[in-house]
């Protein structure tokens, strides 16, 4: 049993540090999505804003994995070594390995996905400051080349002003 509490051993820590990456990607998404939302940013800005959600939604994924694989193949464990002679301990072991070798590999690149989305964040808001300072809204633009509110944009607006007597 001591070797199967070594094998499962790394599955805790791993899921801390997952709930963690979700807890942090989690907690950006939203904000990100407002901030790019509430400056009115093209659609594409709007879908590259949800890619923290989708890190967080795939670091709870993987945490409850792990969560679900340490009950269950500590379960296994027990049964195997209740029931069946030591010679069966092997496979059940090669089986632990295998999955805690997966779960630890995919939270390596969540951790690494939550690393790149924190970055693309701080680029997006970075990007979306400078973009307004360069570049004022569609609107504003319009109005100072002078074309009407008009949808075709076919006419210009004039302005008469009355001449002073």
């Known amino acids: 049993m001591d070797a199967v509490n070594a094998a499962l051993a790394p599955l805790p820590y791993w899921n801390g540090i997952l709930l963690t990456c979700a807890l942090i990607t989690g907690l950006e998404a939203p904000l990100l999505f407002l901030i790019t939302a509430l400056r009115q940013r093209p659609l594409y800005e709007l879908i590259v804003a949800l890619a923290p959600g989708v890190v967080c939604f795939w670091a709870l994924t993987v945490a409850r994995q792990a969560r ?21 301990m092997r ?8 999955e805690v070798g997966r779960i630890v590999w995919l939270s ?25 300072v360069r570049l004022p809204p569609r609107r504003q633009a319009r109005a100072l080349a ?10 210009l607006d004039t302005h008469r002003e009355p001449l002073d007597p």
């Not at 269950?72 to 209740?82: P, W």
């Open 68 to 88: 679900v694989d340490f009950a269950s193949y500590l379960a296994l464990a027990d049964f195997t070594a209740e029931h069946y002679p030591v010679t069966f």
């Open 146 to 155: 002078g074309v009407s509110a008009n949808p075709s944009g076919s006419e």
């Open 91 to 98: 496979p059940v072991l090669n089986d632990i390995n295998t």
């Open 108 to 132: 390596r690149g969540i951790a690494l996905a939550m690393l790149a989305a924190l970055v693309l964040g701080a680029l997006m808001v970075v990007w979306q400051r400078r973009a307004e």
